[in-house]
């Protein structure tokens, strides 16, 4: 494997589990140092697992703006730089928008708009500072694919788009701001509700209406997320791409 982010350091929302998880493992196995950032306590272990490749565990919390800016704060005391940021934390509870009361909206807006927004802008003077880096924002095929149960999800998502786009115009030409959107990808945490024998909640009712008729497993959003942090995409910015196995187009 090439160690082409050798002295880089990529801060990882959500790495505790699924795709945040296979990011950072993927960013280590290219010689790259990891901030596993998330609001589970019990990332000493998983950050261990990395230690070859010089890792840092801290707790961070996307609804707080001093919990992200005392995990930011952790990165540059232990490394000095952060290179990469990927946003992968991510909440997804499933409701119809008349079961959605204020609450639900409101928590799924602080976690997937606004924790996204606050690391950014923790992140971002670091950056400018040191001359370069890359954001990559997590969406979801569902901000563009009309999907029942989940208006409140979709919106955020929508909302991930779309502030991306604004901020990779404001912080060009020093950093690029990218969006990766996955489609349905087995997660623990997804696989554990894709447990219906057949239909919507099955792992083949997920995979009908893909044209490569499976799921994608998380190990390739993060090969996305990786190729979107590294000098192979030097010349994309504001961009979203999309990996689903082609279900946007059917
Ligand atoms: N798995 C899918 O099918 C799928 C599809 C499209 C988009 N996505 C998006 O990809 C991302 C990751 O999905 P996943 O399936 O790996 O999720 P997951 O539930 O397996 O992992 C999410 C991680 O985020 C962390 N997290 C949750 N709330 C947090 C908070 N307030 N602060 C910090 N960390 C928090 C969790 O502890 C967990 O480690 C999410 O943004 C999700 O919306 C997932």
């Given at each position: 494997m090439a160690q082409d982010f050798e002295g880089r350091v990529a801060f990882i929302t959500g790495a505790a589990m699924g795709i945040g998880l296979a990011t950072v493992?993927?960013?280590?196995?290219?010689?790259?140092?990891?901030?596993?950032?998330?609001?589970?306590n019990d990332l000493e272990d998983t950050a261990r697992a990395f230690d070859n490749s010089g890792s840092l565990a801290t707790r961070c919390d996307m609804r707080s703006r001093e919990s992200i800016e005392a995990a930011v704060a952790a990165a540059i005391g232990r490394f000095g730089r952060i290179d990469i940021l990927a946003n992968v934390a991510g909440i997804y509870p499933s409701a119809s928008l008349q079961e959605s009361d204020d609450a639900f909206i409101d928590e799924i807006f602080d976690v997937n708009v606004k924790g996204v927004m606050r690391t950014c802008r923790a992140v971002l003077p670091h950056m400018l500072a040191q001359g370069g880096g890359s954001i990559v924002n997590v969406s979801s095929g569902a901000a563009r694919k009309g999907l029942r149960g989940l208006t409140a999800y979709a919106a955020s998502k929508g909302a991930v788009e779309a502030f991306t786009r604004a901020l990779a115009v404001e912080a060009a030409p020093t950093i690029r701001?990218?969006?990766?959107?996955?489609?349905?990808?087995?997660?623990?945490?997804?696989?554990?509700?894709?447990t219906?024998?057949?239909?919507?909640?099955?792992?083949?009712?997920?995979?009908?209406?893909?044209?490569?008729?499976?799921?994608?497993?998380?190990?390739?959003?993060?090969?996305?997320?990786?190729?979107?942090?590294?000098?192979?995409?030097?010349?994309?910015?504001?961009?979203?791409?999309?990996?689903?196995?082609?279900s946007l187009m059917t």
């Amino acid at each position: 494997m090439a160690q082409d982010f050798e002295g880089r350091v990529a801060f990882i929302t959500g790495a505790a589990m699924g795709i945040g998880l296979a990011t950072v493992e993927r960013f280590a196995a290219r010689g790259c140092q990891v901030v596993l950032a998330d609001i589970t306590n019990d990332l000493e272990d998983t950050a261990r697992a990395f230690d070859n490749s010089g890792s840092l565990a801290t707790r961070c919390d996307m609804r707080s703006r001093e919990s992200i800016e005392a995990a930011v704060a952790a990165a540059i005391g232990r490394f000095g730089r952060i290179d990469i940021l990927a946003n992968v934390a991510g909440i997804y509870p499933s409701a119809s928008l008349q079961e959605s009361d204020d609450a639900f909206i409101d928590e799924i807006f602080d976690v997937n708009v606004k924790g996204v927004m606050r690391t950014c802008r923790a992140v971002l003077p670091h950056m400018l500072a040191q001359g370069g880096g890359s954001i990559v924002n997590v969406s979801s095929g569902a901000a563009r694919k009309g999907l029942r149960g989940l208006t409140a999800y979709a919106a955020s998502k929508g909302a991930v788009e779309a502030f991306t786009r604004a901020l990779a115009v404001e912080a060009a030409p020093t950093i690029r701001v990218n969006v990766v959107a996955p489609g349905v990808t087995g997660s623990p945490k997804v696989r554990a509700g894709l447990t219906g024998e057949k239909g919507p909640t099955s792992i083949a009712g997920a995979s009908r209406g893909t044209p490569l008729r499976r799921i994608a497993e998380p190990e390739e959003i993060a090969d996305a997320i990786v190729y979107l942090s590294s000098p192979q995409a030097s010349f994309i910015t504001g961009e979203t791409l999309s990996v689903n196995g082609g279900s946007l187009m059917t």
